[in-house]
T-cell receptor
Framework: GENVEQHPSTLSVQEGDSAVIKCTYS??????FPWYKQELGKRPQLIID?????GEKKDQRIAVTLNKTAKHFSLHITETQPEDSAVYFC???????????FGAGTRLTVKP | DTEVTQTPKHLVMGMTNKKSLKCEQH?????MYWYKQKAKKPPELMFV???????INESVPSRFSPECPNSSLLNLHLHALQPEDSALYLC?????????????FGEGSRLTVL
């Protein structure tokens, strides 16, 4: 099955700085790559996703890039705010099934 | 309605008890999932139902028994659990048709096994 690795496990940035979280996946058939944000005591919620037919997707301060050849994808958050503090999970799955696997998570802390 | 509703929110049970976790969605989604999440860990896939049929079973011990009575409901029956089974159990749903898509998670059921 798919194996997703995520780095770093913790990330601390100053408010206004950028944050980058990186993931790699093992199954070359994977073609859907979502990112979830989980605040303390809350459910994971989708913040952005990308499919393998594009290399980059942006939504306001959040962007995701995908390198299919290297099997890497990354989350970029610009102009970070304290409310961005949470655990972020990357995930990967193959389009024709519902087997969604998560990375280990990154705890992002944005210091005011 | 874009909610996945899970009950109960909290459950404490002994190792000899039988209990059930329930999950409901009314978004017309055809895939439903059970994930287990331990503290400071990612959600770990347990079961997937696609069109009310069990499509993925991640070698979960038989003391966990899933059931999908219809396209809107998903249950997880618990029997003879161990203390290490204490965790947050997350239900999720996705459209399930036409490929992988966003998972909509419920708030979870926090299970404590004594």
């Amino acid at each position: 099955g798919e194996n997703v690795e995520q780095h770093p496990s913790t990330l601390s940035v100053q408010e206004g700085d950028s944050a980058v979280i990186k993931c790699t996946y093992s199954d070359s058939a994977s073609n859907y790559f979502p990112w979830y944000k989980q605040e303390l005591g809350k459910r994971p919620q989708l913040i952005i996703d990308i499919r393998s037919n594009v290399g980059e997707k942006k939504d306001q301060r959040i962007a995701v890039t995908l390198n299919k050849t290297a099997k890497h994808f990354s989350l970029h958050i610009t102009e970070t705010q304290p409310e961005d503090s949470a655990v972020y999970f990357c995930a990967a799955s193959v389009n024709n099934n519902n087997d969604m696997r998560f990375g280990a998570g990154t705890r992002l802390t944005v210091k005011p | 309605d874009t909610e996945v509703t899970q009950t109960p929110k909290h459950l404490v049970m002994g190792m000899t008890n039988k209990k059930s976790l329930k999950c409901e969605q009314h978004m017309g989604h055809r895939a439903m999932y059970w994930y287990k999440q331990k503290a400071k860990k990612p959600p770990e896939l347990m079961f997937v139902y696609s069109y009310e049929k069990l499509s993925i079973n991640e070698s979960v011990p038989s003391r966990f028994s899933p059931e999908c009575p219809n396209s809107s409901l998903l249950n997880l029956h618990l029997h003879a659990l161990q203390p290490e089974d204490s965790a947050l159990y997350l239900c999720a749903s996705s459209p399930g048709a036409g490929g992988a898509g966003e998972l909509f998670f419920g708030e979870g059921s926090r299970l404590t096994v004594l």
